[in-house]
């Protein structure tokens, strides 16, 4: 499972976006999509509406990274091939004409321009098709891996497969993670000043974002012990008591964290331009959204708010 016309726009990988001919319609086409699935692109330079969408099947064809191909046939060029293409159904009396191929038959088509973000939605569709190869199962493994400490494994798995799929990012999220686990915040943070920004906002990488910012922090991080005497000492010292969430957050305590933020933002929620609610949002952040630290975090901070 594993291993270690119009021209193509420049952010294309190779082979991704080609011109096709009536000599490289099987190849190109039928076979191919034995493995992949090809969107052929029917249009004409007189074509005004394919001006228009050619460009936006290009963008989404490269954003799904390699999970689907895209061939684009100048029917002026390939009549025959049209007529032949024609004659066994496919309805190319009428361009732009985009027919998606899978397995050498026919799995999707639609005619005319769309809007962009059905654009996207039918390319996705379509390289859907094909399943992920098992990425999903593999990036579950490297879960596993991780949480059970064997984070070198972990890395190795996250890193074969973006070397697969390089934008997914629940892998890109994981190895970031993994890095920290290292200890390499430095790798941590180059890593995530690379993201695509295909994915860059996704919530993996968000996630690993805010547990880089956190780990940031923790090198940081005052005695525990000193700073709960100095809330004890003066339950109105926000500093200290902002600054004992963070080591408690360091020593793994993480209830205990959200707990001093959330007592904090009761007794004063604008301290510090609100630094005890970005706070919580990037602890929030760094977990799961089903962990019960986060819900009952989440509802306590609503309470307040909506008070």
Known sequence: MLEFGQTPPQSAPAGLIKDGTEATFMPDVIDASQEVPVIVDFWAPWCGPCKTLGPALEAAVTAAGGKVTMV????????????????????????????????????DMFQGALPQSEVKAFVDRVAALAGDGGLAEAVEAAEGMLSEGAVVDAAQTFAAILGEDPLNAAAFGGLVRSHLALGETDKAEALLASAAPEIAKAPEVEAARAQLEL????????????????????????????????????????????????????????????AAKAQLFTIFDALKPTDPVVLNGRRKLSSMIFA
């Not at 190319?92 to 191929?101: D, E, G, K, N, Y």
């Not at 008591?241 to 009761?266: I, M, Y």
């Open 72 to 107: 684009k046939i100048d029917v002026d060029q390939n009549q025959r091939l049209a007529q032949m293409l024609a004659q066994q159904g496919l309805p190319l009396q009428s361009i732009p004409t985009v027919v998606a191929f899978y397995k050498g038959q026919v799995a």
């Open 215 to 274: 780990a940031r922090q923790a090198a940081n991080a005052g005695p525990v012990a000193e700073l709960r005497a100095a809330v004890e000492a003066d339950a109105n010292d926000h500093q200290a008591r902002f600054d004992l969430a963070q080591a408690l957050h360091a020593n793994g305590e993480v209830e205990e964290a959200v707990a001093e933020l959330l007592e904090l933002f009761r007794r004063d929620r604008e301290w510090n331009d609100g």
